[in-house]
């Protein structure tokens, strides 16, 4: 290509290339694969249950361990009991669901409130042997710095508790 049939400012370096100078930078595309691999492999949005047994009562928390800000999660909580309890209430620390927007529990508690420095919701009476599962969908609000939220998730009867776990996810940007 001679230098009339060009276009104004086109170089013959622009034309023939440059020899085998690259396009795209090969370290950022391993940097992904590497990313996409993590995040095929759970490591970015994993579950988990936490679960204790106590005396005929079985209380279990299954929700997200690690989840990114702006997600939304589905967190159950499950009491299983071999006795009966007269005033079921459940109760969760601050610290789980701070700059956390709750959508949906179902079933609806009968009540809702704040006690004893927690989000206490009571469902009534559980008869032995009953199963009470409770779902709960919430988003993770933007939040900085990005961190770990955790607390204690109780069930009581009335005003003595009868079984708790601490729960904990990670918040990632």
């Known amino acids: 290509m001679n230098a009339g049939s060009r276009p104004d400012g086109i170089e013959p370096g622009h ?3 440059r020899g085998t100078r690259l ?7 391993v940097l992904f694969a590497i990313v996409l691999a993590l995040a095929a492999g759970g490591s970015f949005g ?9 005396e005929g009562i079985r209380l279990s928390a299954e929700g997200p361990v690690r989840i990114r800000s702006g ?13 009966e309890i007269r005033d079921a209430v459940l109760s969760v ?3 789980i669901w701070r700059d ?6 179902i079933p609806q508690p009968t009540d809702e409130s704040f006690e004893d420095g ?33 607390g204690t998730i109780s069930l009581a009867d009335g005003g003595a508790t009868l079984a708790s ?6 918040v990632l940007p």
Request: charged share 25%; net charge positive.
């Open 15 to 17: 034309v023939h290339g």
């Open 46 to 54: 994993r579950r988990d249950t936490v679960t204790v047994d106590r």
């Open 100 to 105: 956390v927007t709750i959508n949906t529990m």
């Open 118 to 150: 927690a989000f206490a919701f009571r469902f009534g009476a559980l008869r032995a042997g009953t199963r009470l599962l409770v779902k709960v969908d919430g988003q993770v609000n933007p939040v900085y710095p990005p961190g770990r939220k955790h």
């Open 165 to 170: 776990l601490d729960y904990a996810m990670r």
């Open 71 to 83: 997600e939304f999660f589905e967190m159950l909580l499950t009491v299983e009991t071999d006795r």
């Open 93 to 95: 620390a601050p610290g």
């Open 23 to 29: 396009h795209a930078w090969p370290t950022a595309l």
